[in-house]
């Protein structure tokens, strides 16, 4: 039971950060640090979620510049995700 909790707490760990590129460019950057229960597809999803809340806050849209992810490797390798947007003015 302890070790079942114990991957739960440790499995859906994440990081991110929004840094700005360039005056209207943003990159944001998550890596899962899941061994076994990782998820590529809601990471992406969670990503481009809080690129569009960012953007939204300031009143305006997040245009998808490009991304680049790697897929889960259990015991090997993180899923990760880098995902370049601009924020634009709505219309």
């Keep these: 039971m302890m070790v079942a909790v114990a991957l739960l707490l440790t499995g859906c760990a994440t990081t991110e950060e929004i840094v700005k590129i360039a005056p209207d460019t943003y990159v944001l950057s998550r890596k899962e640090h899941s061994d076994y229960l990782g998820n590529g597809a809601k990471l992406k999803a969670g990503v481009i979620h809080d690129a569009n809340a960012f953007a939204e806050k300031q009143g305006?849209?997040?245009?998808?510049?490009?991304?680049?992810?790697?897929?889960?490797?259990?015991?090997?390798?993180?899923?990760?995700?880098?995902?370049?947007?601009?924020?634009?003015?709505?219309?």
Excluded: H, N, W
């Design 60 to 91: 305006k849209v997040a245009v998808a510049v490009s991304s680049k992810e790697t897929k889960l490797i259990p015991s090997v390798q993180s899923a990760t995700i880098e995902y370049k947007f601009r924020v634009e003015d709505k219309g």
